[in-house]
């Protein structure tokens, strides 16, 4: 593991500190050596010019004078004939002098008999350790230069205690240079900590965690411009989830399945209709091998021809559910351009475009065969009377009856057929009035009492009151005259009656005979198109076999219901119900 930043930071604080003082202690060192020589050599000169001034009260036994100024003023002082030969010198004892070399040629010592002081720092050769020596010209009778000379041990060991003194310093300044370092160092590496958790919470989705802004220097513009970045993330993550619940409530709720399977053959997303149109209960589990939930061989067979390269096969399958068999289509494309990228699978339902294509053929199948039926009779006759039935006195009147009979059976089927088109048709419109249902069945029944008569029925309508509601009088005609018809056409003895009703919300009204009834098995038919208990009995009454579906669908449109009760031998009760305001 790397260093941590508090740590790098402290340690480059340390270093800085650390060469920052060794350069000053360094300079301070060379500072004060060079103070104190001068110093020193100030000092020195002030007591060199003033023994010169006393020369001339000296003796004349010039090592003793050297000697004694010597011990006096705690120095080395020389004396110099100007010939360069050493006439006293306080460290070197009054036998030892002829031995000392010329000392014209020292640099302090020429620049004296120059005229000027001279300083020189040096190894004395005479004595072997280390002078500071200033020298200054003597105007005197033998002494033509007059040296006085410290020890630079006596400076070094001054200047020591002084480099001491700055190391102290030094070190207590590196102490407390650490320590500001130390706790700057860690200032900062909790801010960034900070931030750094901050930022982990952010990528977790806590949208509420924000980064500190204050104080606002480097770090707390970070952490603003942070919370920005954080804020304007959270704005775009929340329009993406919105987009995305958006898109998975428009999937799950299409009436088409679909399904997206990952490269690897395993379900990604499936909705509800896809499962429901395999017959499972639920989608899969994203995750699910595709084979494990879809069995149907036709579906693998399409992921691979996708896989394969093949752009949007298209399959028929005709699996089955708890409703019967279904024909689905199945569509498969690949989501991305590469050709691992994930396949969406659509399942589309045929099964009602089917059930209603065998419903139009079948309707065109009866229609045919109703119309062929008079028409077939028709031509027989027509034939007949040709081929000589109009010479037949006796038998053309019936003929021609039974071709006006058939005439007005196929006038009576293309009027319901209408009437029927009419009703159906997508967008049928109700011409909605306020009308009194008692009276609208009061003046039908009164337009079918002569042909109840005349069968020998008596057709009734019980008496009350007013039975307002809001309907299409020609329509509500329409379904009382077809099952009055009904009811006559049914019934051999007895009565028909008729009674209407209503409550807050609905009116209704109810048509009972005394006929040969419905069987129980037939009941549940006896609305649909063609349908027909009797066939024969219909035919020979015209009956078109539509008169009830017709009921019902005008009924549907006044959004009502129609009901049979019926027990063969006793008669049946048909009964429609719609709502007062429409
Ligand atoms: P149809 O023109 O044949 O009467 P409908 O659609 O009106 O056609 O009636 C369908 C079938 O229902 C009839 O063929 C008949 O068998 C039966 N049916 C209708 N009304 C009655 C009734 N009141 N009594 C007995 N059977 C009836």
Request: aromatic fraction near 4%.
């Amino acid at each position: 593991m790397g260093l941590s930043l508090r740590a790098r930071l402290f340690i480059a604080c340390a270093l800085v500190a650390l060469a920052a003082l060794a350069a000053v202690t360094v300079l301070v060192a060379r500072e004060q050596r060079g103070w104190l020589l001068q110093r020193h050599q100030e000092s020195l000169e002030r007591t060199a010019r003033s023994l010169a001034r006393d020369l001339p009260r000296a003796g004349g036994d010039w090592s003793e004078t050297a000697h004694e100024w010597g011990g006096t003023v705690g120095l080395r002082v020389t004396l110099m004939a100007a010939d360069g030969r050493v006439l006293g010198d306080s460290d070197v004892p009054v036998g030892r002098l002829p031995l000392i070399e010329n000392h014209r040629g020292r640099p302090e010592m020429s620049e004296a008999l120059a005229g000027r002081s001279g300083q020189a720092v040096r190894r004395s050769r005479t004595l072997g350790i280390e002078f500071l020596y200033v020298a200054v010209p003597a105007v005197d009778r033998d002494v033509a230069v007059l040296r006085v000379a410290e020890p630079l041990v006596a400076i070094a060991s001054l200047q020591g205690s002084l480099l001491r003194l700055s190391l102290v310093a030094a070190a207590v300044a590196l102490l407390l240079a650490l320590a500001i370092a130390y706790w700057i160092a860690g200032r900062h590496a909790i801010r960034i900590r900070e931030l750094e958790a901050v930022a982990a919470a952010v990528g977790r989705g806590d949208g509420g965690a924000r980064a500190r802004e204050l104080p606002a220097d480097e770090l707390g513009r970070l952490g603003r411009a942070f919370n920005r970045m954080s804020a304007e993330l959270r704005l775009r993550v929340d329009a993406l989830e919105r987009e995305r619940d958006m898109r998975e409530r428009i999937v799950a709720h299409l009436g088409d399945g679909v399904a997206l399977v990952d490269r690897a053959g395993r379900v990604m997303h499936a909705n509800q209709a896809f499962a429901a149109l395999l017959g499972e209960p639920a989608p899969p589990a994203p995750g699910t091998p595709f084979q494990e939930f879809a069995r149907a061989p036709e579906l693998a067979e399409l992921v691979r021809r996708v896989r394969e390269g093949e752009k949007n096969p298209e399959a028929e399958l005709r699996p089955w559910s708890a409703a019967g068999p279904r024909l689905l289509q199945a569509t498969a494309g690949p989501l991305g351009a590469a050709r691992g990228d994930a396949i969406l699978l659509v399942l589309h339902d045929l099964t009602a475009t089917e059930a209603a294509n065998r419903v139009r053929q079948d309707f065109v199948a009866n229609v045919s065969h109703e119309l062929r039926t008079p028409l077939t009779s028709l031509r027989g006759y027509a034939e007949t009377l040709l081929g000589g039935g109009l010479e037949d006195p006796e038998h053309r009147e019936a003929f021609v009856r039974t071709i006006h009979d058939q005439a007005v059976r196929l006038e009576a089927l293309i009027a319901d057929l209408l009437s029927l088109a009419e009703i159906e048709r997508p967008g049928a419109r109700l011409r909605l009035a306020t009308l009194d249902l008692r009276e609208v069945v009061e003046r039908q029944a009164a337009s079918f009492r002569p042909r109840a008569s005349a069968a020998g029925l008596t057709l009734h309508v019980e008496g009350g009151e007013a039975v307002p509601v809001r309907a299409d009088r020609a329509r509500i005609e329409q379904v009382i005259a077809n099952l009055l018809d009904n009811a006559l056409k049914y019934t051999e003895r007895g009565e028909i009656s008729v009674m209407i009703g209503g409550d807050a919300e609905h009116a209704w009204c109810e048509v009972v005979d005394t006929g040969h009834g419905i069987p129980h098995a037939d009941q549940p038919r006896i609305f649909e198109r063609f349908y027909r208990v009797d066939k024969a009995r219909s035919r020979e009454k015209g009956g078109t076999g539509l008169g009830l579906s017709i009921v019902k669908h005008i009924v549907q449109l006044h959004g009502g219901t129609v009901t049979v009760k019926s027990s063969p031998g006793q008669g049946s009760t048909f009964r429609f119900e719609i709502p007062r305001t429409h």
